[in-house]
């Protein structure tokens, strides 16, 4: 059984071109969920997509310590720029430990730990996602093969054992910058994420 409920759709205009925006209740959690789409997507071929972590401080306030803002506006552009793709935002905001204990880890990071440290010293794991939802919002949309935008493994794994074909890792390098180097570096560090060019 899915996991989630498509509730309510409509158009999206943005600067890179006009989405279909798909709103998506989570069973269980009531929390919500959004896709962003662009052409036809359910015909079978590979989509360009993004599976993108909810990032208040970096998708909406500009924050210079990580890489999100950045990573999304390029994945919205990537997909207007093919005509189609999908963009999975997804409410896991603080790689799912919520924004008020994101808040607190940055404070923590702001001492000198680094961001699994500082996520560890309040008690969690690293990285608290769980992708479920997203494999049964693709599927509800028709997705069966993805050309991937991430620079994470774990996605891609997590994918494949859901049951979506990611026949292609698309790296999405981008906004490095003083505030976030050491950050983005330790996330190739401690989280396998993929900056180096292959
Ligand atoms: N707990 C915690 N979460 C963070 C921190 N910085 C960013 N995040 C969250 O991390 C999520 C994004 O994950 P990232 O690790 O940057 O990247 P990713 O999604 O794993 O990989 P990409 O697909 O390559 O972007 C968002 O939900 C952010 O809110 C931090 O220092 N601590
Ligand atoms: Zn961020």
């Known amino acids: 059984m899915s ?30 969920h959004a896709a962003l789409v662009m052409g036809a997507i359910d015909d079978d071929l590979p989509v360009l997509g993004r599976i993108h972590s909810e990032c208040l401080t970096g998708d909406a306030l500009f924050s ?17 720029n093919e005509g189609r793709g999908i963009l ?21 990071q702001d001492q000198g730990k680094d961001t699994v440290e500082a996520n560890v010293e309040l ?4 990285d608290m996602r769980d992708y479920t ?19 994470n493994p774990r996605k891609v794994a ?16 981008e906004g490095r910058n003083p505030f976030n180097e050491h950050y983005l570096d330790t996330k190739a560090g401690k989280l396998g994420h993929m900056f180096k060019d292959e």
């Not at 996991?3 to 600067?15: I, N, Q």
């Not at 210079?64 to 207007?80: S, Y």
């Not at 999975?88 to 430990?97: A, C, K, N, T």
């Not at 008690?123 to 690293?126: H, R, T, Y």
């Open 3 to 32: 996991s989630v409920t498509r509730m309510a759709h409509s158009k999206l205009p943005t600067p890179w071109g006009t989405f279909t925006l798909i709103g998506f209740e989570e069973k269980g959690t009531g929390k919500d």
């Open 88 to 108: 999975l935002y997804v409410r896991q905001e603080g790689r799912g430990i919520g924004l008020l204990n994101k808040i607190q880890a940055y404070n923590l």
């Open 123 to 126: 008690g969690f794991d690293a």
């Open 158 to 173: 997590a994918m494949t054992e859901f049951g979506i074909d990611v026949v292609e890792r698309v790296p999405l390098k």
């Open 133 to 151: 939802i997203c494999a049964d919002m693709l599927r509800e949309l028709g997705v069966k093969q993805m050309r991937l935008m991430t620079n």
């Open 64 to 80: 210079l310590r990580c890489d999100c803002g950045f990573q999304l506006q390029a994945a919205m552009e990537n997909i207007a």
